[in-house]
């Protein structure tokens, strides 16, 4: 695709939703990159981004941004049922597009939206931040460089404690792309594939456990892929006291990480990401290495590297000003949108079905 701007251009931003998503993890990252300036902000009712950010203009329709010619970029950070329709009008307006996860509800929304991104020669984009977790950037170097071995069997999970339900709550309700299998699961999938690419394989068991719950509150998911490699992700919001978030074991040693990435709780607090030392995480909470390679034995805390999730929209801006190579494809993303479908599809029927991605 050819690029309109030059390394000097300065790229306007839309941000549609200014809930949760727009407020902690759009809005403070976009602003820390230079060269991006935070245009509009869409909030339907409040005041709190004009508050936030005075020096954005605050709009109550999205409209007031697809039609406004300034605007290069617009970032979809509203409700996840609703990615695919205000992502298309977007597209339809000639704008480039960053949609928060998860991408769509469904591959087939993935797929028109794809198609018709490459239409409009628009780039499309998805907000898989977490690539830039520190904890999956240390899991990331050490499956790379090969330090444990031929790995046999990964864990990835995600534990919270939430036992009162929320159906009032979008997320908890029953409208498509909610539920913590669309909005945890879609993180380790998108992680998975990074590390391993598709699976041959994926057996699910997506329920709800909580008294009155009406959207998923747990899964329990194993991948499969050439044997003897098998890996298992899941979450749950009934522990209190959680697992390890990373286990790996391999032919030379082992890799045992707990705890979350520090930046989602910075960003909470109102922490900017261009301060110092952001995305550090205290040693108390770095991971076990315990591997044997070539004769040296490793048994000891492994540093885990700074998480750094400005640099999904550094990677955003060097594309569209430089043509850099987009760090999240549309297309990858889809990948993650199809195992989610079939993840569903494994826990209903209660058997384990190929991928075809």
């Not at 792309?177 to 380790?188: P, S």
């Not at 297309?331 to 195992?339: F, N």
Request: net charge neutral.
């Amino acid at each position: 695709m050819q690029h309109e701007y030059d390394k000097t251009k300065e790229i306007r931003v839309g941000l549609v939703g200014f809930g949760f998503a727009g407020k902690v993890f759009h809005a403070p990252v976009i602003t820390a990159v230079p060269g991006m300036r935070l245009a509009k902000i869409v909030e339907r009712n409040g005041d709190s981004s004009r508050k936030l950010y005075p020096e954005s203009e605050t709009v109550r329709h999205v409209n007031e941004v697809l039609e406004d010619a300034s605007i290069d970029l617009v970032v979809v950070a509203t409700p996840s049922p609703t990615h695919y329709a205000v992502a298309r009008e977007a597209l339809l307006a000639g704008k480039h597009v960053v949609v928060e996860k998860p991408f769509t509800a469904t591959s087939a929304e993935a797929d028109e939206l794809i198609a018709l991104a490459a239409r409009q020669r628009k780039m499309l984009s998805v907000y898989h931040n977490r690539r830039w977790d520190g904890d999956f950037m240390t899991v990331r170097d050490l499956v790379n460089a090969g330090t444990l071995g031929r790995l046999v069997e990964c864990s990835l999970r995600w534990d919270r404690f939430r036992p009162v339900p929320d159906p009032s709550r979008w997320r908890e309700g029953e409208a498509a792309a909610a539920g913590i299998w669309y909005d945890l699961g879609v993180h380790f999938l998108d992680q998975v594939l990074c590390l391993f690419g598709p699976p041959e394989t994926i057996r699910a068991d997506i329920r709800s456990l909580r008294d009155g719950a009406v959207a998923d509150d747990y899964f329990d998911v194993t991948l499969e892929y050439p044997s003897p490699l098998i890996v298992r992700i899941g979450a749950s919001l009934l522990a209190r006291e959680p697992g390890p978030r990373y286990v790996l074991h391999g032919t030379n040693g082992s890799f045992v990480k707990h705890g979350i990435d520090p930046q989602e709780e910075a960003l909470i607090r109102g922490m900017s990401p261009a301060s110092s030392g952001w995305g550090v995480e205290p040693e108390a909470q770095w991971g076990r290495l315990h591997a044997q390679a070539d004769g040296l034995e490793m048994d000891g805390r492994l540093k885990t590297k700074a998480g750094s999730y400005v640099s999904y929209y550094r990677n955003i801006y060097e594309h569209l000003t430089a043509g850099a190579d987009l760090a999240v494809t549309a297309e990858q993303a889809r990948k993650s949108i199809r195992l989610l479908e079939l993840g569903l599809q494994s826990s209903r029927e209660g058997r384990t079905l190929a991928v075809r991605l």
